[in-house]
């Protein structure tokens, strides 16, 4: 049977950039093994097959697989299935400004459709889970896991820390961007401490200077070898757990904070993601991640 299908590329402005993302808008009829199979057949670190809600108040059911699993949330293709919908009719007539409500397995996802001239150019979408605090680990372990010393790893703002929001991911802050460069995508060490102690993957982070010249607050780099992705060019869960994180070191009562963030830099897929996070009463209460999506291809696949 034939199946429609759109690739875009997510988390960028323009094609060859960003995080690749395949989306199949109608995959009613398709079994669990075969989503699997056709995820692990583009082999990007993500695919999404959308389905009727089951709920009539929410918008569709989305299905995320990696190449090795089908997990329950992911940033990137929350932007990208909401474009691709937007983009392909699949739902009708749209409007920049539009709240989609996806169900998935960590829950409904709050996604805004954003845009201009009526044009659907980009998404932001709501944390399900925050404040998802897990074990610290030490700086030993941190280093040795990206191959770098442990002098650089920066310890004084936060420890290195789990955190999960629907997903798992260590966070280890990097002194300077020649450390991020140098700590290493092998798949022995990441995937070692990520079997261990249960990750999805290792986010990696350098705070940027203010005089960087393009507005980039942070560089990331995520590894996820046990999802079959050796590096992610664009993140959004990851840095949505980056930015509960930093959100919870403020000191504010009732404040937005907002974060520029470069990643993929040293794949040469360059993407770039906007962080938001409202602290109310001193907590944490959300977190919010948007960025731009192209439609890169369009297409049908046959499943046996």
């Known amino acids: 049977m034939l199946y429609d299908f759109v690739t875009l590329d997510v988390f960028t402005d323009r094609m060859f950039g960003g995080n690749p993302l395949a989306v199949l808008p109608d995959a009613r009829g ?5 989503m699997q199979a056709i995820a692990r057949e583009f082999n990007y670190s993500e695919t999404t097959f959308v389905l009727p809600a089951e709920d009539e108040n929410n918008t569709r059911k989305v299905r995320i697989f990696t190449p090795m699993a089908e997990i329950p949330f992911a940033g990137h293709p929350n932007v990208g299935t909401a474009v691709a919908l937007a983009r392909v009719d699949g739902l009708g007539a749209v409007a920049p400004g539009q709240r989609l409500l996806f169900e998935e397995g960590a829950g409904v996802v709050s996604v805004f459709l954003r845009g201009s001239n009526g044009e ?8 399900p889970v925050i404040n998802g605090f897990d074990h610290e680990v030490s700086v030993e372990e941190a280093a040795k896991a990206l ?20 997903i ?9 961007l020649e450390a991020l460069a140098a700590s290493e995508a ?3 060490p990441v995937t070692r ?16 200077g203010e005089d960087n010249g393009n507005g980039t607050d942070l560089r990331v780099r995520v590894y996820a070898p046990v999802h079959g992705v050796m590096e992610d060019p664009a993140t959004g869960s990851a840095n949505a757990g980056l930015a509960n994180i930093l959100a919870s070191l403020s000191d504010g009562q009732n404040e937005t904070l907002k974060w ?4 993929g830099i040293e794949m040469g897929r360059p993407s770039r993601l906007r962080l938001t996070a409202e602290r109310r009463d001193g907590k944490v209460a959300e977190v919010r991640v948007a960025g731009g999506a192209v439609i890169a291809c369009r297409g049908q696949i046959e499943v046996p």
């Open 147 to 166: 191959g770098v010393a442990t002098d650089k790893v920066v310890g004084k703002n936060h420890p290195p820390q789990i955190m999960s929001l629907g």
């Open 120 to 127: 659907i150019e980009s998404a932001e979408f709501i944390a």
């Open 193 to 208: 401490i990520s079997a261990t102690l249960g990750l999805d993957g290792v986010c990696a982070y350098v705070r940027v």
């Open 260 to 263: 520029n963030v470069e990643q």
């Open 30 to 34: 398709l079994k669990t093994e075969q």
């Open 168 to 176: 798992r991911f260590l966070y280890v802050e990097l002194t300077d």
């Open 186 to 188: 092998a798949q022995g």
